[in-house]
């Protein structure tokens, strides 16, 4: 399942304006009919103590003699999560806030009601925006459920009491009135069937019919989800003690990975940011290394949590600050992870990590990702920092079966050199290492190419362009080696990088008389789907828009052993498919 | 198999109702198949319901609804009236076909407490109104929903009569009314039939659709969505509609032809084939059922002979992704409408396109095709 972009498939959708409101009034309460008797917070509830949350917030949620609010102290999050929320308290609960006590309050909750890096780990792809394949395997009615509506990531990114998982059904329910019947999927018609239709009919059912399965389905997944992600953790309980203020003033070296560009090299510096809680500033240059074009970029970002890094790029000549930060702080603050990325639905990205330099030697990453076996003189520029100005070549270690032959140039961040691979190099993955640095697996060692794969396997383009932005797909071509077993598909095979292939089109069959190629729109050479316009077009039957899935395909021309040119093909699976016409992004936890 | 009980008599109705509808049903114009001489009525944006004359496919009239945008039409059983309920679900109005005129509308909606209707009933002489409603509370920190309540709601006094117990203290959503044709007996249609005297609304009789037969899996009956129920091709207190069905030893998914005497409680059904999306819907001569069945990419139109109990005719046509089905008064043209603003007509014979007649604006509701002798009669 595609756990983003999914449009939502709701009876009523919420409005979102931007957060940012302008010369906001102080908070003011909402004006609402008396409440109930307010309700009681959990016993493990965790306190509100920051006056700016409470001053925000309280007046609807009330505050106990242990300075627990209701809903609130109940709840952690992430801070997307967080912002969220805090949007549709302004949309639809008349909550005014100025942007600065927004963002404060999103901080706030962030750091005393998020999530422990452990629990923030599995589902980073989702403030990374990725478009993945994910499922929560644990229960698939509950994920099939949830992901009807929005991505399975969100919900994960919660932790709740039973009570408070309850009340977010609830709330779903009141906004979105078809939740409960087919759209939503929350309840079905009535009771569970008699004991005897549910034994004959389906499994797990007691004696009275009433079992597990018969539950509904909002029930079930209420469930599952409080048993799965309840409001207490060992790992908040360990985190919420040990986190500090994260440490990361100082230069840092870039490894990067832009699909359809290649790997990028470079510095880093972060500088502590003032007047900013857990905020920084950063200036960083970085090269791609099959082009060598360099890249200038400025950001700050606001550390939430001790360990989730938002950032958003900062105007300069080579960036109108349209490119979001989202990485991940390791607990010995030496390795950041994450993704940059940038464009109208976030599909433009860096696969990012940087690693703390300080006095020695750091190396990045190569420029090349394979060498071939019987081969000499291969060049391999290696990228890093603090490289001295000579270099032996007995210094550089690829290991087994490949030695570095010479060393070309070296400069502080770069180091060419000539490598020669024995031809009874044992194939697979090597690591480098220069001194005392060291990296895992930048290269492989391989014989011949068997097969190429196009990346992402199953792509996404949304029409667009005439009322909204599109969002195209970039796809690459990567060489296979089957490995030493020489069969495809084992875990010897080996991922060889990128290479240069022809692309072209062909039609994905997936309903009759299909003629989707026809409308969807182009591929060009460099791998690059821009998608048609969006809107019904009248040259089609039914009048319908431009929407479809085709084949990507991949075409490379290898050279045989004979001499003979042999074409490798491989193909990947592109799904065209309306814009979205509605933002749910979490655009401010950055700022 | 269960056998039809269907008295003398009423076969006798229907089939003067057939000839009735044989007479009426010459073509309005030489050398045009049309659907008949009916009045099509459909529900769409923005606050309308089109009326459409069903021999010259022209649009002949709007209601414009007050209460909103139509989502669901009830057309009472003389065929007088519409009770509309809105998107929000939470207005009712009611409406007169022949003046095209509000005659009310009403809510249940009070400050923060939203009741929002799933499925209204008139009572036949109109006097009251069985809804099945669900409240959703919005307090300052948090909303409350309340369970499924079944309430008798007087539309004079636009007052609750009195709230309905659910049998065993089991709620129930989701699902249509109907009052039997004497006023004497409320249908709680789903695959639990629940049937209430209306003197006190106590429940009388229950009748579990999904355990109807030995050897039989889950059986499961479709009685229309928050579209509605649409009877007016079936007898009085008779229901038709498809059927599903886990069939035994190969527990395969059949689907079926579901004939229901609500009076007699009895149902008889037979299967067509593979449960593969069809939806069944009744022909006027009560004789004959359409099919259509959509899968992706490919749909079909089916005959049904209810007589010899098989599908007599079957093929694929160019259908759209998503679509209903009605069939005409005449029972010689298939309208194919949802999901847009146009209704396409189709041969019923030869399943061939005849036309398409457009609307200004997409459609929101279920579609009632209503014959003019039916509407003359009752």
Redesign the interface.
């Known amino acids: 399942m595609i756990a983003r972009g999914r449009l939502l498939a709701v009876?009523f959708s919420i409005a979102v304006p931007t957060l940012i409101v302008a010369q906001a009034p102080p908070p003011a309460p909402?004006q609402?009919?008396a409440?109930?008797p307010?309700?009681a917070v959990s016993d493990e509830g965790i306190p509100v103590t920051d006056p700016v949350v409470v001053r925000a917030c309280g007046?609807?949620?009330?505050r106990d003699d242990k300075q627990r609010m209701?809903?609130i102290s109940d709840r952690r999050a992430t801070p997307e999560n967080w912002e969220l929320t805090i949007r549709r308290m302004m949309s639809l609960n008349n909550v005014q806030l100025t942007p600065d006590v927004a963002r404060a309050v999103i901080k706030s909750l962030s750091d005393t009601h998020g999530l422990a890096p452990e629990e923030a780990r599995g589902i980073q792809f989702e403030a990374e925006r990725r478009l993945i394949d994910f499922a929560f395997e644990a229960d698939k009615d509950t994920n099939t459920l949830c992901s009807r509506c929005h991505s399975i990531g969100r919900v994960l990114s919660e932790r709740r009491t039973k009570d408070e998982w309850t009340?977010l059904l609830?709330?779903h329910?009141?906004y979105y009135?078809?939740i409960?019947?087919?759209s939503g999927g929350f309840?079905?018609?009535?009771?569970p069937?008699?004991a005897?239709?549910?034994g004959?009919?389906?499994a797990g059912g007691d004696q009275s019919g009433r079992g597990a399965e018969d539950a509904q389905p909002m029930d079930k997944a209420r469930d599952v989800l409080s048993r799965s992600f309840p409001l207490m953790s060992a790992e908040w309980t360990a985190w919420s003690a040990a986190m500090r203020t994260p440490r990361l003033a100082g230069r840092w070296a870039i490894a990067g990975y832009q699909i359809g560009r290649g790997p990028l090299y470079g510095q880093l510096t972060i500088a502590d940011r003032a007047g900013v809680v857990d905020g920084f500033t950063t200036e960083s240059k970085f090269t791609y290394s099959r082009t060598g074009e360099t890249v200038s970029h400025k950001s700050r970002a606001v550390v939430y949590t001790g360990f989730q890094w938002r950032g958003r790029s900062a105007d300069t000549p080579d960036d109108q600050g349209t490119w979001r930060e989202v990485e991940f702080i390791e607990r010995n603050g030496q390795q950041i992870t994450g993704r940059w990325f940038t464009g109208a639905y976030d599909e433009t990205g860096i696969d990012i990590t940087l690693r703390r330099v300080a006095n020695d030697p750091v190396v990045s990453g190569t420029d090349v990702s394979a060498l071939k076996t019987a081969a000499s003189n291969q060049r391999v520029r290696i990228y890093g920092a603090n490289f001295p100005a000579t270099v032996q070549a007995a210094e550089i270690d690829f290991g087994q079966g490949v030695k570095v032959s010479r060393v070309v140039s070296a400069s502080p961040d770069t180091l060419t050199v000539d490598v020669d691979v024995a031809a009874n190099a044992r194939l697979g993955p090597r690591d480098l290492a220069f001194g005392g640095s060291s990296i895992a697996t930048p290269v492989v060692v391989y014989s011949k190419i068997d097969a190429i794969k196009v990346v992402p396997v199953a792509g996404m383009a949304r029409l667009g362009g005439i009322q909204f932005p599109n969002r195209p797909e970039q796809f690459e071509a990567r060489g296979v080696s089957y490995g030493a077993d020489g069969k495809p598909g084992t875990p010897d095979d080996l991922d060889l990088g990128p290479l240069t292939a022809r692309w072209s089109l062909e039609e994905y069959a997936?309903?009759?008389?299909?003629d989707d190629i026809q409308f969807v729109g182009e591929l060009a050479q460099s791998g690059l789907f821009t998608p048609n316009v969006e809107g019904p077009n009248p040259k089609r039957?039914?009048n319908r828009n431009n929407i479809g899935d085709v084949w990507v395909v991949a075409t490379y021309n290898a050279t045989a052993a004979d001499g003979s040119v042999k074409p490798l093909k491989g193909r990947a699976h592109l799904l065209v498919t309306v814009p979205l016409y509605m933002e749910w992004g979490s655009r401010e936890v950055g700022r | 198999m269960k056998r039809t009980r269907a008295s003398g008599a009423l076969l006798v109705a229907a089939a003067l109702l057939g000839a009735n509808l044989l007479a009426q049903t010459r073509p309005a114009s030489e050398g045009r198949l049309t659907g008949g001489n009916g009045t099509l009525y459909i529900g769409g944006y923005p606050n309308l319901v089109w009326i459409i004359d069903e021999a010259t496919e022209k649009v002949v009239g709007t209601i414009h609804t007050k209460g909103g945008i139509p989502r669901r039409l009830n057309l009472t059983r003389d065929r007088k009236l519409f009770y509309i309920i809105d998107a929000t679900q939470e207005v009712v109005e009611v409406v007169d076909i022949a003046s095209r005129a509000t005659l009310d509308t009403f809510k249940l909606t009070e400050g923060n407490k939203r009741v929002r209707i799933n499925s209204i009933e008139p009572d036949p002489t109109n006097r009251y109104a069985i809804l099945l409603t669900r409240t959703a509370v919005k307090m300052t920190d948090r909303v409350d929903i309340g369970p499924s309540t079944l309430l008798q709601y007087d539309l004079k006094d636009h007052k609750i009569m009195r709230t309905i117990d659910w049998p065993d203290g089991q709620e129930r959503d989701q699902a249509n009314l109907m009052f039997s044709p004497d006023g004497r007996l409320l249908y709680f249609l789903g695959n639990e039939v629940l049937i209430f005297e209306t003197e006190t609304f106590k429940q009388v009789d229950k009748w579990d659709l999904s355990n109807i037969e030995e050897g039989l899996g889950q059986v499961s009956v479709s009685f229309g969505g928050f579209g509605g129920l649409d009877t007016v091709y079936d007898e009085p207190g008779f229901l038709t509609t498809t059927l599903t069905i886990e069939d035994p030893v190969q527990h395969r998914r059949m689907v079926g032809v579901a004939h229901i005497d609500l009076n007699k409680k009895d149902l008889d059904f037979y299967t067509l084939g593979p449960a593969g999306g069809v939806n069944i819907v009744l022909a006027p001569d009560h004789k004959h059922a359409y099919g259509l069945e959509s899968a992706v990419g490919r749909y079909e139109f089916w005959t049904i002979d209810l007589d010899q109990r098989k599908i007599t005719s079957r093929a694929e046509f160019a259908g759209r992704p998503r679509m209903a089905l009605k069939a005409s008064s005449n029972g010689k043209v298939l309208y194919i409408y949802q999901a847009g603003h146009t209704i396409d007509l189709y041969d019923a014979a030869t399943y061939k396109y005849l036309r398409t007649i457009e609307l200004d604006g997409d459609v929101t509701t279920g579609f009632f095709v209503v014959p003019r002798q039916a509407s003359a009669t009752k």
């Open positions: 009876v909402a609402r009919p409440s109930p307010s309700m007046s609807c949620h009330t209701t809903r009340r609830a709330m329910r009141y009135p078809g409960d019947g087919a309840r079905r018609g009535g009771p069937p008699t005897a239709a549910a004959r009919g389906r997936a309903t009759f008389r299909d039957s039914g």
